[in-house]
């Protein structure tokens, strides 16, 4: 027999996106709206429950902002007999469980930290059975799981999902830090997690990942969003479905440049753009409705201060429609390269022939410099990561291809920087 539950990540109720161009309702793209359109999902599904996984509220002093909402959606699946049950994040950790005693029908599960397992049954018979855990105070930084009672552990004969909010792999983290070798330990069919807003759950590796944000909050959290279908089979397999329900985008598009590249040509070359992406099947729009659009501008122009100029007065202004989807320019990065004669710089002795040779010897896969330098460039990067006070996330050491464009960047903007006043068309 089988079950549905809508699974929601990190709501972050209370939050308003910023920088909306004019004549678009921000609360229309707020996790207010995308937390309604969850509960018009789970309707039209009839889904058996909804799971919400921690950080449901900003802010401890959102407990308003949170209420209304919160308790009508409650009430609306409570009506049509769909269960609703919470674990607390570490944005929430006083305001949601205050909330849950207020909004009857809201079951927080592992309140206080202590681990707690729930079986729900669903209207069609089916199970699921679901171990949590919620956060007892602001900063947890022991790993959670280490504390997970014996008698809780494994299957119990029935499909089980552990819920937890905190920092998968990051072992100096204030935030629950945890560790997938002890979640896999546990022997349920997966764990879905709260916490980071980026999206990683994926049921062909191990079935533990990030639900991501319900809606993405700001520039940052780029790609799809939406809650999630988690279906148990009649043969008791889970199966997890991403929902791109969120109304407003957040994407990264690059626009290069050319030797021919015109001012006069941009606004045309960027309403293609977003026509080719609007066409894209690949970002998987869903009811997207405005992508806000942050533009890395690369390449090479002896024209590139006037066009990225031109550029900059479309920041955040009139946005472009194109089908269902409407595109804005949320901000700009200027990447272009000024045209520069790296072979004469470089024999020179001052500082910038150095800074030619290296450019140099980046293009060239063969130089031992190159091998040199991006050696160098991945100590620091090992230095930074391992940094207990920058938390990278489930990181990965970019290739070499990437690694060269980004030395290649920032070598001409200090080139160029270090030539002005030469000659140069800085
Ligand atoms: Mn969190």
Redesign the pocket.
Known sequence: MAFELLAVG?IHLGRTPQGLPAGFEPERFSPRAAWQAAVEEALRRKVDAVALL??VVDHDRNFLEAYSPLRQGVEKLLAAGIQVVAIV???DVEVLPRLAREISGLRLLGAGGAWEALELRGRAGGTLRLVGWSFPRPRVTEDPVASLPAALRGRANLPTLGLV??ELDASASY?APLRRTLLAACGFDGWLL???HQPTLDSSKDSIGYLGSLVGLDAGEQGRRGPWSVRVEANGAIRFEHLPLARIRWEALELALDADSAPEQVESQLVRLFEAAAKAPARQWGDAELVAVRLAVRGRSSRRREIVQRLRELEQGTPVSTGSLTFFLEKLEDRTQPELELESLAKQHHAAGGVARRLLALQDPASPERSALLRKARQREETLRSNPSFVLPEFQPCDDETLVRELTEQGFQLLERLVQGEGSDA
Do not use: S
Request: avoid cysteine.
């Open positions: 990190d921690g950080d994040g570490n944005h909010h905190g935030h709260g916490h980071v």
